[in-house]
């Protein structure tokens, strides 16, 4: 499970990577420097739930709080730095968004497969 969540996580990395170099100008400052900070906060967010499946939920409702924040202040610093940088704020956003929703989607994975859940059965 986590060898397959991290597999995917560099699969979707390299896309998003791959994506931003083929975008010309300020575009690609951006977009790379929201790839790059999307890439660096789900890595930490990954590893943080991977720690914290084995321990239980108030451990696994931290890892996720603690990504959380991490990724606001990343998102205010990159585009602090994409600003001063004279890159493009909205490629920074389309970059960093666009990683994050696949990483997260991901680590939601990687939650639901390790806990267990099980799709829930109508009762008429």
């Known amino acids: 499970?986590?060898?397959?969540?991290?597999?995917?996580?560099?699969?979707?990395t390299a896309l998003?990577?791959?994506?931003?170099?083929?975008?010309?100008?300020?575009?690609?400052?951006?977009?790379?420097s929201g790839v790059a900070g999307a890439a660096i906060s789900s890595a930490v967010g990954l590893t943080l739930l991977t720690?914290?499946?084995?321990?239980?939920?108030?451990?696994?409702?931290?890892?996720?709080?603690?990504?959380?924040?991490?990724?606001?202040?990343?998102?205010?610093?990159?585009?602090?730095?994409?600003k001063a940088t004279g890159g493009d704020l909205l490629a920074f956003c389309i970059g960093f968004f666009a990683l994050y929703l696949a990483h997260q989607l991901i680590e939601i994975a990687a939650l639901s497969r390790r806990s267990g859940a099980r799709p829930l059965e109508g009762k008429a």
């Open 16 to 32: 998003g990577a791959a994506a931003a170099l083929s975008v010309a100008g300020a575009s690609r400052a951006g977009a790379l």
């Open 1 to 12: 499970m986590v060898k397959r969540s991290f597999a995917l996580f560099a699969l979707t």
């Open 51 to 82: 720690l914290a499946l084995p321990r239980g939920l108030k451990q696994v409702l931290a890892a996720v709080g603690i990504s959380f924040l991490l990724r606001m202040i990343v998102v205010a610093a990159g585009l602090l730095v994409a």
